[in-house]
């Protein structure tokens, strides 16, 4: 018996309208009432200086601290780096950090449509998804990282290229930092509630400020309850969502903050369907994009994810300072749905298998940092050591079982699916311990002479994983160590303009042996190489940021099919991309908004033993958007009336390394209009506007992925 627990639509929308509603007939009743005219208090707005884990008004962030894990300028950045700031997570009306990375450059988002289990994305044509951190510390799931809400987040970095030199085991591509929300010293408030298509409907509320007088002690507490569908049929993107965060600053030189979280989702997830009828010819007709191949009754994915952590930094004087970043995450998921695998001779009835996997797991993050200003001479430097240490422990299950056919053209759900956990056969069940633990220590070198920046940084790793069968009883273990390192030379003018060079490395440990006929030894990490240039551009007085990057990106040790023993793997693959990525950034005085973005990729597999020279997965070689916003200012026709429109293309690419399933280019328009007064912002956000049906990708003859279809949500907002 599976229990789900319904969210009440009417009751949500009612309580959450008096959340927005009745602060505002309070604030107006407020006002001191003379000769029949009410006299509003007066609302006084400060700018504050941006640092790197702060809020930003607008689109245009200046600071960043995820390329360098210092508080640096972007500006002084020798490496591509995008920021997407609260105001445009919020312009955009994104339902997930997938969606918030749509206009971003080097980035291929939602690669299988609306998942609300997961955040995919792939940079410069590399699977992002081991790459996630929050606050900079890695997000760990043997299953991949659960789907983080984005309401709970200030700002998404992307980082492009090699960043192992801080961060340890990383893909070559890049890694996405998510970065919290944090109290603030100025109090604020805000409830919001929004509906709109697949029956969602959702309400948050964001607060914080000072506890004490002094500022002492600052909070922020945020929270969300969702209830809805998707654009798939029987799939569900409800969850529970709490963030509580407390800062303590004894003294103006120290501060403690602590970080905690909560998320229980309740969903389900798409599942792949057959190429024909989606991206192929079916004789039978087109299967709809609505249509969930599994059985309603046997679809859940609950998800608990529990974090508490802190960030602590003491500055010693003005060239001193100690951090110590640490968080401990607890994950329970719980995942029972079907698979296609295969159509019948008829091409309409397709064959179906059943899935059954648990999960636990827990991960202690900690990263102590001693950080040193100090100068030599004419030189200036800032000086980085650390010492991070990583901790994770697990327990997956998984257990593959027969299910019924369906008729994909006209299901007839409700058919009797046996629980694979008492039915599936040896060969198609394990349930294994798994512990990994890395030690690393990196020291960075940020380096000024004059208008010359030269950052250099080097770091070692050790990593050891150990898997348990519960089954079997085999235990293996493995044990790798790397040293990663990144050269940077800038040039940053007077007049705003920064080109710069770059070299970097990466690793990413790979668990697995050769054939025992090969000697059976263990495999090496994958290890990645970078070349950049580019030229960064903020124009003096102008709130806009411009950037231009190329790049030369290899990745070897790529595990592929032994040639004389096709049941186990040899790691004799390589692969190579290169491209041109251009973004542009601005926030206008004039009300208006603006972001270009344009991505060329020259992906190929340069060694392998099949796929050699084919394209790799899911690189497109063309991507390019255009978003801009504008809302009216004071004596303009209709004060706070603001509008918005975009454009999204994506030119066609291969599912998978064979180069068998093409899916072909696509354009997509997104649009918004919204209203201000007072303190309340009416908003209505449409994404594919045009609801243009298209396959996102096709990873194999049954894994092929619709794209999101037109979806529209409403948002009320009051904010004080």
């Avoid at 827990?362 to 200036?380: C, H, I, K, S, Y």
């Avoid at 603001?642 to 064979?658: D, I, K, M, P």
Wanted: aromatic letters at 10%; a neutral charge.
């Amino acid at each position: 018996m599976v229990l789900k627990l319904e969210l009440p639509r009417k009751e949500i929308l009612l309580a959450s309208a008096a959340a927005v509603l009745l602060p505002g007939l309070a604030w107006a009743q407020q006002g001191a009432v003379t000769d029949g005219t009410i006299q509003l208090p007066t609302v006084s707005v400060e700018a504050t200086a941006q640092t790197a884990t702060g809020p930003v008004q607008g689109f245009v962030a200046e600071r960043a601290a995820s390329a360098t894990k210092t508080d640096t300028p972007l500006l002084e950045t020798p490496q591509s780096i995008s920021v997407i700031t609260r105001d445009r997570i919020d312009a955009q009306a994104v339902r997930s950090v997938t969606e918030a990375l749509r206009y971003t450059p080097g980035v291929l988002a939602e690669t299988a449509g609306f998942d609300p289990r997961f955040d995919t994305a792939f940079i410069r044509g590399f699977n992002a998804r081991p790459s996630q951190y929050l606050d900079g510390m890695r997000l760990l799931r043997t299953f991949g990282p659960t789907s983080i809400e984005q309401y709970g987040l200030e700002r998404i970095e992307v980082v492009r290229g090699p960043s192992s030199v801080l961060y340890g085991q990383t893909v070559p591509g890049g890694l996405i930092n998510l970065v919290s929300k944090r109290p603030t010293e100025t109090p604020f408030g805000e409830v919001n509630l929004s509906a709109g298509s697949h029956n969602r409907f959702q309400s948050a509320f964001d607060l914080g400020g000072p506890v004490t007088d002094d500022g002492t002690f600052l909070y922020r507490m945020t929270g969300l309850v969702r209830n809805s569908e998707t654009g798939v049929d029987y799939v569900d993107d409800d969850r529970y969502f709490i963030a509580p965060a407390l800062t303590w600053r004894p003294t103006g030189d120290t501060t403690f903050t602590l970080l905690g979280r909560f998320q229980y989702d309740q969903g389900s997830s798409p599942i792949g369907l057959p190429a024909e009828g989606t991206l192929l010819y079916n004789p039978n007709g087109r299967i709809p994009r609505s249509r969930f191949a599994g059985e309603p009754g046997y679809n859940r994915s609950d998800v608990t994810q529990t974090s508490i952590g802190w960030n602590f930094e003491h500055r010693f004087d003005d060239a001193w300072t100690v951090r110590q970043n640490t968080r401990y995450m607890h994950n329970t998921v719980k995942y029972n749905n079907l698979y296609v695998s295969g159509f019948e001779p008829d091409l309409t009835t397709i064959r179906r298998g059943s899935l059954v996997q648990r999960e636990t797991s827990d991960t202690l993050n900690m990263d102590n940092q001693v950080q040193a200003r100090f100068t030599t001479g004419p030189v200036e430097h800032t000086v980085l050591a650390g010492l991070e240490y990583r901790q994770f422990w697990g327990n997956t299950q998984s257990y593959f079982g027969s299910a019924p056919t369906l008729n994909i053209f006209n299901p007839n759900y409700g058919a009797y699916v046996p629980d694979s956990r008492t039915t599936a056969i040896a060969a198609l069940r394990t349930n294994n311990n798994q512990h990994l633990a890395q030690t690393g220590i990196y020291i960075q070198d940020q380096i000024r002479l004059g208008n010359w920046l030269l950052t250099v940084g080097g770091r070692q790793d050790w990593t050891e994983t150990r898997t348990v069968g519960r089954i079997t009883r085999a235990r293996s273990s493995q044990e790798d160590d790397a040293f990663t390192g990144r050269v940077a030379l800038m040039y940053v003018s007077d007049i705003g303009l920064a080109p710069y060079v770059s070299y970097s490395t990466s690793f990413d440990p790979v668990v697995g042996t050769y054939n025992a006929a090969r000697g059976g030894g263990a495999f090496q990490p994958t290890e990645g190489e970078q070349y950049e240039a580019g030229i960064k551009y903020q124009p003096p007085g102008m709130n806009s940021f411009f950037t231009a990057s190329v790049f030369h990106l290899t990745q070897t040790n790529v595990s592929t099919r032994d040639p004389l023993y096709p049941s186990s793997s040899v790691q004799t693959g390589e692969v190579r991309v290169r491209g041109v990525e251009l973004e542009a950034v601005a926030s206008l005085a004039e009300g208006v908004n603006v972001i270009g973005a344009y991505t060329y990729l020259d992906g190929e597999i340069t060694k392998d033993t099949a796929n050699r020279g084919n394209r790799p997965a899911l690189v497109p070689e063309h991507m390019a958007s255009l978003w801009a916003d504008y809302r009216m200012g004071e004596g303009s026709l209709v004060p706070g009336l603001g509008f918005g429109a975009g454009v999204r293309y994506r030119s066609s690419l291969y599912g998978e390394n064979a180069n068998v399933y093409r899916s072909p280019s696509v354009t997509l328009v997104d649009a918004s209009i919204s209203y201000e007064v007072g303190r309340y912002r009416f908003s209505v956000n449409a994404s594919n506007l045009f609801d243009k049906r298209y396959v996102s990708s096709c990873e194999g003859a049954n894994y092929c992925y619709y794209g999101t279809g037109r979806t529209v949500i409403g948002n009320l907002a009051y904010r004080w």
